[in-house]
């Protein structure tokens, strides 16, 4: 009968669940722990979800079938902006849009027949989880890694939160859209920055990560060294009589023309109390944009304060002071020196200002007045490692590496007593405070009597109202009629909640922890964190790359600090793989004024919409809602099966690139399934032995266990190919026939469990796949007897041959010229020569 996946999915999911085929169990075997990065519960899922979870699911189950005991579990990223913005634009509450969300996807991951033990699912917002990581908190702040401090933070005045760096685009709010603003709030921190030099060293044990992504973990943690000094000032107001700075290239401080502060600078604060016009240009900053790549692509803005400091080198050199818009006041000390000679930043600031440019070196040979002439136009920026002529040094004129020259600066300042050689670090610590009411509430109460005090534990967890509303933008903890009102644990006296919540990066940073104990009544239970850590293979988006996993990696470190994971989890993820995007063409019109309309993939044949209208498509890009280009998971599912959606996305392209979806592809994967289900429903009861079926069954064993181990799963597909061809083609019957079967079932179950079940069960297997142990291939069979000889004529490849291996080469020679394709080109002439290569190739000459 007919491949039917609706009824054969079901079925087969049913007796997994009956058989809880999938719990995760501690025991003697050795364990294995796959984890996706899970999801945000936005309503429903897309084709990357199916990627990702398909990529972890094939790894889950070809580990179990390894014998080992795996943990495959799942979760919701639950907490965050998305649905407030939806109570805010639908009403409702947050918490009923989120289990509602979780609920539809949860019922649309389902039928994909992951490997999920859904007895370990929950949701960041669960009272069990924010209960954990409120107390989590409380052993991280009384093991000093948190701390509370005033700080400049990224302010949406719609949404009225704070934002994370990556949560600002070009400037403005990621929801709201508004141009975001540099404000000064007071802030609760994780102290990340203690532990900069032990991530970044750390990052070279991590052979199972990407490359790419250690490089970017290591540029964000940013590890340099530098000359810290200090500028004397000339008239400033009391207290500033000098300006600390920090530079990681003090062999140019001989170029120097200015000295330059940021906005956010005490100094610059200072001024503009009693100067307008300083506190008019401090606005002006504010406005056009606060993170780090907003204000290296803006335009430089300055603003001369009319002050000057003295260069150390010269009492008699005097530098003017300006405020300038690119200088961060959490980088380095919030003041640099502008070397225009050597820094495209510094040279674009200086010619628009009409400040000098002096050159501290030149490319090799060039005197002074040839250094100067060079970057009179564009800055000179070679790599550290290259060798200049200095023609402004520290060590006299010569020709030397910048990182020569850097540690004869350092020496320099350090003799002459104005510096001193200093190491830091770009990290900064993690600002985890949100003005915001759906996150995890934050355990402390401020009491006038004193201070700031951490909840009792007993009094966890510190939970959300629920009657709140989001009529008026901000924070409704700070409106709420009764929920600020708190006893201190302390005296006992009135006090007031901490309004702020957690940063949801908090949330994701530790769920891989209580995966491995979610019912605990504490944030872990170490019989089965010391069982279950680390992470074995950890899947999921580039895009995650730096900071989830960086916060990640803290978080383990103070998890470990705080007794709830043990030493060696330290490095929670022991392998990592970041698979590429899913994506499909975009189709569009354009309207009668000439606006663009994009139109569903379901809604397009053959270029052209319904009406005959032709479409404009644009190639291959990422899945959009708003560029329609989607491709809905449960049509394709409904439609033509998991399976067929499974292998789709794993044979398609290696799994780390992009991978295009397209209906002849889909079409494609499920006709190939069919027929290899046919191929077990129609095997014959009899026919002879084939070696060769046999040596391709245990030929596919090897290739496919290796392509899954190095997570080439479009590699396994191709040799699934093959072996269903070899199938196809061999004349074998009966028991050597179902055995193959059997096999080709195994090797399918961790791709399309559903379809091998059917296999399995058509081929004779006992039980289910899913428990059947991984195929191994017999060493003798690996081993082939005959080889096949390309036959190039006059260069080019134009027949092949098959003989043993141990054949002569007379023979050899003798079949090659009975061959129809030879003759034919030698035309009954005897060739020029004929050359055979044993084992390889045999060239013929005309």
Request: with cysteine; glycine share 8%; charged share 25%.
């Amino acid at each position: 009968m007919p491949y039917d996946p609706s009824s054969s999915e079901a079925r087969w999911q049913k007796a997994w669940a009956d058989a809880g085929s999938f719990a995760a169990i501690r025991d003697e075997r050795p364990k294995y722990y796959v984890l996706e990065m899970f999801p945000y519960p936005s309503g429903r899922i897309h084709m990357g979800h199916v990627r990702n979870y398909t990529m972890g699911d094939v790894v889950a189950r070809f580990k179990r079938a390894q014998g080992f005991s795996v943990l495959h579990p799942m979760g919701w990223d639950a907490f965050g902006m998305p649905a407030e913005n939806a109570a805010m634009e639908q009403g409702g509450h947050p918490r009923d849009w989120t289990y509602a969300n979780i609920a539809t996807m949860r019922d649309q991951l389902k039928p994909l027949g992951l490997s999920i033990d859904w007895s370990r699912e929950f949701a960041t917002c669960d009272d069990d989880y924010v209960h954990q990581q409120q107390a989590m908190f409380l052993d991280m702040l009384d093991a000093g890694l948190i701390t509370r401090k005033s700080a400049q933070v990224n302010w949406d005045p719609v949404d009225m939160t704070v934002l994370a760096n990556e949560q600002v685009i070009d400037g403005k709010g990621w929801r709201s859209g508004a141009t975001v603003e540099r404000k000064e709030l007071t802030q609760w921190f994780f102290k990340i920055s203690d532990y900069s030099d032990e991530l970044l060293s750390a990052l070279d044990g991590l052979s199972g990560w990407p490359e790419k992504v250690r490089l970017m973990q290591a540029n964000w943690i940013g590890k340099s060294r530098g000359l810290q000094f200090r500028f004397a000032t000339v008239d400033a107001p009391e207290g500033f009589d000098a300006i600390e700075v920090y530079t990681t290239r003090p062999d140019t401080l001989m170029g120097a023309s200015f000295a330059a502060l940021s906005p956010d600078h005490p100094l610059v604060k200072k001024l503009a109390e009693t100067r307008p016009e300083v506190a008019a240009f401090i606005e002006e900053c504010k406005r056009i944009g606060t993170t780090e790549e907003a204000i290296e692509t803006a335009p430089k803005l300055g603003f001369d304060t009319g002050l000057t400091v003295t260069h150390p080198l010269d009492p008699n050199w005097q530098l003017p002071i300006w405020v300038a818009n690119f200088v961060l006041m959490d980088y380095g000390t919030g003041a640099i020196f502008g070397s225009p000679a050597h820094d495209e930043r510094d040279h674009e600031f200086a010619t628009k200002y009409g400040l000098p440019i002096r050159a501290t070196f030149g490319q090799p040979g060039m005197t002074l007045e040839q250094a100067d002439e060079l970057v009179a136009a564009a800055p000179f920026v070679p790599l550290k490692s290259e060798t200049v002529t200095y023609v402004r040094g520290f060590a006299g004129d010569a020709d030397q590496t910048g990182e020569a020259a850097v540690d004869a600066a350092i020496a320099h300042a350090e003799a002459q007593g104005y510096g001193e050689g200093v190491t830091k670090f770009r990290l900064r610590d993690w600002g985890i405070s949100r003005q915001r009411y759906w996150g995890c509430p934050i355990p402390v109460v401020h009491c006038d009597s004193c201070g700031t005090v951490p909840e009792a534990k007993e009094n966890l967890p510190v939970l959300l109202p629920q009657d709140v509303t989001f009529d008026v933008p901000g924070n409704p903890l700070d409106r709420h009629p009764t929920w600020r009102q708190a006893t201190c644990p302390k005296c006992g006296g009135a006090a007031r909640r901490e309004t702020d919540t957690m940063d949801t990066f908090v949330d994701s940073s530790w769920y891989y922890a209580r995966f491995t104990s979610p019912g605990a009544d504490t944030p872990t239970n170490r019989a089965d964190a010391d069982y279950w850590m680390n992470v074995d293979q950890y899947i999921g988006g580039i895009e995650h790359a730096i900071l989830h996993l960086l916060y990640s990696r803290f978080f383990a470190r103070a998890m470990v600090k705080t007794g709830h994971l043990p030493e060696a989890a330290k490095e929670p993820f022991d392998a990592l793989f970041t698979q590429g995007m899913v994506t499909h063409e975009i189709y569009m019109t354009r309207d009668a004024k000439g606006r663009l309309v994009y139109h569903l993939p379901e809604d397009v044949t053959d270029g052209r919409l319904a009406d005959g209208t032709e479409v404009e498509i644009i190639p291959s890009a990422k899945m959009s809602k708003s560029k329609k280009n989607v491709v809905d998971p449960v049509n394709i599912v409904q439609g033509f099966g998991a399976d067929t959606a499974r292998w789709f996305m794993l044979s398609d392209s290696p799994p780390e690139r992009d991978v295009e979806w397209t209906a002849a592809g889909a079409e494609a994967a499920a006709k190939f399934l069919g027929r290899v289900h046919r191929l077990a429903e129609d095997a014959p009861a009899d026919g002879p032995e084939d070696l060769d079926l046999a040596r391709a069954a245990h030929r596919a064993i090897a290739d496919v266990t290796k392509a899954i181990e190095g997570f080439a799963f479009n590699k396994a597909v191709a040799k699934l190919y093959e072996l269903a061809n070899a199938i196809g083609k061999s004349k074998a019957g009966g028991a050597q026939r179902a055995e193959v079967l059997r096999i080709t079932a195994q090797l399918l179950a961790p791709m399309v469990p559903h379809l091998a079940e059917d296999v399995w069960s058509l081929a004779g297997g006992q039980g289910l796949v899913v428990d059947a142990p991984w195929p191994k291939a017999d060493p003798a069979l690996l081993q082939d007897d005959s080889v096949t000889l390309p036959i190039q004529i006059n260069g080019k490849r134009r027949a092949e041959i098959t003989v043993p291996k141990d054949m002569a080469k007379d023979q050899i020679e003798a079949l090659v010229m009975s061959d129809e394709t030879v003759q034919r080109f030698l035309e009954g002439a005897q060739p020029k020569k004929l050359i055979v290569v044993p084992g390889r190739i045999v060239n013929v000459v005309a």
